[in-house]
């Protein structure tokens, strides 16, 4: 079993930043994709961003050039660095990392996190 745990949200004012940290722990043999997810109350889930293991990653069109997605793999964790944020962007977190064992790949998601913007 893999467990996620996020950190990071919290309450910022327009403009502000905040940075978002997930550390995998459990039965890890590799991990293939980190990702950050976000979802809205009446929303959809949405991809925020992701990295691959060989450090390509993407964005949506609404965060590019305001988030960075980062992973450490020594540490098994993923960072969401969060810029210019934006009222839209309040939202609750969530990071999925999917784990590649032989014969086997599984996606497992966290728990979430609170970010809340303030105009």
């Known amino acids: 079993q893999v467990r996620l745990v996020e950190s990071g949200g919290g309450l910022v004012l327009a403009g502000g930043s905040l940075r978002l940290s997930c550390v995998a722990s459990g039965n890890i043999f590799i991990i293939k994709d980190m990702e950050w997810y976000r979802q809205a109350p009446g929303e959809q889930r949405e991809l925020v961003a992701g990295v691959t293991s060989d450090g390509s990653t993407n964005y949506a069109n609404s965060v590019k050039g305001r988030f960075t997605i980062s992973g450490d793999n020594a540490k098994n964790t993923v960072y969401l660095q969060m810029n210019s944020l934006k009222p839209e962007d309040t939202a609750g977190y969530y990071c999925?990392?999917?784990?590649?064992?032989?014969?086997?790949?599984?996606?497992?998601w966290g728990q979430g996190t609170q970010v809340t913007v303030s105009s």
């Open positions: 999925a990392v999917t784990v590649l064992r032989p014969g086997t790949t599984r996606t497992y």
